[in-house]
């Protein structure tokens, strides 16, 4: 049994919880795991609520976007790689000069562009639903991901006694969007779906997105300081 098959929002909260208290402050995988910690503890709180048109839906589909994270804290953990798309997160996790918000943005890059769009496929597996029947609740679940993004950078950024690191930092964080990753990433569950008669292929694209995903963050995290 694989962990998304096994994990519920409460486990992955759990592990997360776990995750860090354990981690050391700044390594570079504890400073994601504390942003991730905050957007999925709002996930729960929001599938006790009318947020989502389909609460149980969103509730499997959470579950099994936290869990391709938790397989590659797993992964590390035991000394194998992690997929291409997390490997640069987990290999520059205490590099010197690397700003805690690039961390932070690094894991979300990952975790929006290739996590997201491959998750809500297994959940229409999982479920029989089509890409079209989560729609809604999948903008709604990043528009909550865009909340936490948005009080992370405020919260991370330097402050105006650091100018010079704050344009450094500014500079190498324009790469990314998180506007445009929820674009791309919606983008790749239409095209994967598309793909799904031909698993080959659909293997072979989604290969390359977790390496071209992988690039983004490695430049993401260009040491600053």
């Known amino acids: 049994m694989t962990i998304s098959e096994a994990l519920t929002v409460d486990q992955a909260v759990d592990r997360m919880e ?5 981690l050391p402050t700044g390594d570079g ?7 991730y ?10 599938l006790g609520e009318t947020y989502f048109a389909d609460p149980a839906g969103m509730s499997e589909l959470d579950a099994v976007f936290a869990a391709r994270y938790l397989d590659a ?12 798309c997390w490997r640069p997160l987990f290999e520059l996790r205490n590099r010197p000069g690397i700003h805690p918000l690039q961390y932070a943005l690094a894991g979300m890059n990952t975790h929006i562009e290739h996590d997201l769009p491959l998750s809500v496929l297994d959940t229409c597996r999982l479920l029989g639903s089509r890409p079209e029947d989560v729609r809604a609740d999948y903008h709604r679940i990043n528009d909550l991901l865009a909340q936490v993004e948005a009080e992370v950078r405020e919260e991370l950024l330097p402050g105006p006694q650091a100018p010079a690191a704050a344009e450094a930092l500014l500079h190498v964080l324009g790469v990314w969007s998180i506007d445009r990753a929820r674009e791309a990433a919606w983008a790749t569950v239409e095209a994967l779906w598309e793909l799904r008669h031909t698993p080959a292929v659909e293997d072979a694209v989604a290969g390359t997105l977790s390496r071209t995903v992988g690039m983004v963050s490695r430049a993401l995290l260009t040491p600053v300081e």
Do not use: I, K, Q, Y
């Open 37 to 46: 910690l905050r957007v999925t503890r709002l996930v729960r709180e929001r």
């Open 18 to 22: 776990a995750l860090r208290s354990t």
């Open 73 to 84: 804290v797993e992964a590390a953990s035991d000394g194998r790689r992690p997929a291409p």
């Open 29 to 35: 995988v504890a400073v994601f795991n504390r942003m």
